[in-house]
């Protein structure tokens, strides 16, 4: 059975985020997507490199993005992150030491 998925985000708001971190460069958080077929990238561990590999992919179908903050001194807070996420418009769901961008949901 196929589920339905209601969009919440769209390429403006990917391209934001993807802008936004890239500047912030290695103070930028962590990152992985899952895809709406389910693919994750990476498929291990996370992905710290905004400028190049966060466009490799189709924004059109990042079914949500996790992003984790650096734990070196440098690195954006979850606090910023989650900061950044809500400036852009993006639906979050903050947890412990992560926030995840929500760019569909399944119903």
């Known amino acids: ?33 899952q895809a709406t077929n389910g693919f994750v990238y990476p498929p291990d561990g996370w992905d710290g490199d905004w400028t190049y590999h966060f466009r490799l992919g189709e924004h059109k179908f990042i079914e949500w993005c996790k992003m984790q903050p650096r734990t070196e001194d440098a690195g954006l807070t979850l606090a910023e992150v989650v900061e950044i996420c809500r400036h852009i418009g993006f639906e979050i769901e903050v947890y412990e030491t992560s926030v995840r961008v929500i760019g569909y949901r399944r119903l």
């Open 1 to 33: 059975m196929n589920q339905q998925l209601v969009g919440f985000a769209n390429n403006t708001k990917w391209n934001e985020l993807q802008k936004i971190m890239s500047g912030y460069g290695q103070r930028a958080p962590y990152w992985k997507t």
